[in-house]
């Protein structure tokens, strides 16, 4: 196949990292990287699936005929969204408010994001000492908060500067409304399931799930994965939404080999970089990138 069968979702700047995701299904998912980002999974998805068809003779394919090309409906266009899967906020152990981080993203230019926190939806009611907040966030957290959201939408119970005052975490369907932008700006549910394997982190994204899904812990990596991927098709099946599952930096702790994505054919997708440091993106001399 060669290059120019393939869609360009356009240029990447200098200060951004282009590389390809290694899938197995027929889809195309080029990815960019911004290095500053705590986590770092940034995808271009196509809108239509059609724009990533390529010609018949890249693929070694007779080309139809002239009399058949003109019985055939016009390919339709497709567009590129730039957004991203896997991010976290204060709901785990991100060190942002989900708004702000959403108003971030939407800010620079991106179409969809996904907040992925472990183990949990930003949803329902959650208050957090706003001293825990201060051991992950700016000393300014509050005020920037405040500063871009507005006094009477940010909550706050017990008295500051004493032990119970406390910051309400909005859910995603409070904040989602105010973000939200029709052809613009989407936000999506998402979930990173955080299961182990013989002590090693085995950590795989859901995302648009419907309910939050409790991590299965089985004694090899292979079996966690296929328990954990059945969850959530089993919930897409249930509920009738598309979700998207892949496996997230499978160099953290070195948990999850090649010959392990290899043997869990049911799952399509993976991570192929994320730039925290502590996930061995590059490997080292055991271990490949």
């Known amino acids: 196949m060669s290059k120019d069968s393939i869609v360009n979702p356009g240029h990447f700047p200098d ?3 282009a590389i390809s995701i290694a899938i197995r299904a027929p889809r195309l998912l080029p990815a960019r990287t911004l290095g500053q980002l705590r986590v770092t999974c ?6 239509l699936l059609a724009s990533l068809l ?3 003779s890249a693929l070694g394919q007779d080309a139809p005929s002239q009399a058949a090309e ?5 390919s339709p266009g497709g567009t590129w969204w730039k957004g991203n899967l896997h991010t976290h906020s204060l709901w785990s152990d991100g060190d942002q408010f989900p708004e702000m981080i959403a108003a ?3 800010d620079q230019g ?3 994001l996904a907040l992925s926190d472990h183990n949990v939806l930003s949803d329902g009611q959650r208050w957090m000492p706003w001293e825990d907040i201060l051991k992950r966030a700016e000393p300014d957290a509050l005020e920037s908060y405040r500063a871009r959201f507005g006094e009477s939408w940010v909550e706050t119970r017990g008295q500051p500067g004493h032990e119970d005052f406390q910051i309400r975490l909005k859910p995603l369907d409070e904040f989602a409304p105010l973000l939200t932008e029709a052809g613009r700006f989407i936000l999506i549910p998402g979930e990173e399931i955080s299961a182990r394997s013989g002590g090693k982190p085995v950590h795989m994204n859901a995302t648009n799930l419907r309910e939050v899904i409790d991590p299965v812990n089985l004694e090899t990596v292979r079996e966690t994965l296929r328990s954990n991927l059945r969850s959530i098709l089993e919930q897409e099946k249930s509920s009738g939404r598309q979700m998207l599952p892949h496996i997230n930096h499978p160099n953290f702790g070195y948990a999850v080999t090649a010959e392990d994505l290899a043997h869990v054919i049911q799952e399509q997708f993976f991570e192929v970089y994320n730039g925290h440091p502590g996930v061995n993106q590059l490997g080292d001399d055991q271990h490949m990138s």
């Open 42 to 47: 940034f995808a271009w998805l196509p809108l």
């Open 70 to 74: 003109q019985h055939q409906p016009a």
């Open 110 to 112: 991106y179409n969809f």
């Open 54 to 56: 390529v010609a018949p």
């Open 104 to 106: 971030w993203y939407r």
């Open 15 to 17: 200060s951004h990292l």
